[in-house]
Nanobody, 126 residues
Framework: QVQLVESGGGLVQAGGSLRLSCAAS????????MGWFRQAPGKEREVVAA????????YYADSVKGRFAISRDNAKNTVYLQMNSLKPDDTAVYYC???????????????????WGQGTQVTVSS
């Protein structure tokens, strides 16, 4: 089992940048496929980016391609989401998630994730 704690959210102007971190505790972090999701008010939770256990494979939602980058440091039990060129539409609560399912790929399906953080708010002003 793994516990996840996100940090790094906040208020930023459009065009700005933020880096989210997700610190994992528990055993075997390097075995987990990881993902970042977000949920805006009145909308479903959606995948933003995902990374496989080794960091060799990544997935990005079309809405963030070229602007966001997911990475992980298995030695530090941490996964990151670098967010550049932020837009007001990126405003949401961002969640980190972990799963042992999906094999060795970057898992994009929300239903395959078993462990979730508490979320961190990102607000982008226009």
């Amino acid at each position: 089992q793994v516990q996840l704690v996100e940090s790094g959210g906040g208020l930023v102007q459009a065009g700005g940048s933020l880096r989210l971190s997700c610190a994992a505790s528990g055993r075997g972090f390097s075995d987990y496929n990881m993902g970042w999701f977000r949920q805006a008010p009145g909308k479903e939770r959606e995948v933003v980016a995902a990374i496989n256990w080794s960091g060799s494979l990544t997935y990005y939602a079309d809405s963030v391609k070229g602007r966001f980058a997911i990475s992980r440091d298995n030695a530090k039990n941490t996964v990151y989401l670098q967010m550049n060129s932020l837009k007001p539409d990126d405003t949401a609560v961002y969640y980190c998630a972990a799963t042992l399912r999906g094999g060795r790929v970057a898992v994009r399906n929300r239903e395959q994730y078993d462990y979730w953080g508490q979320g961190t708010q990102v607000t982008v002003s226009s």
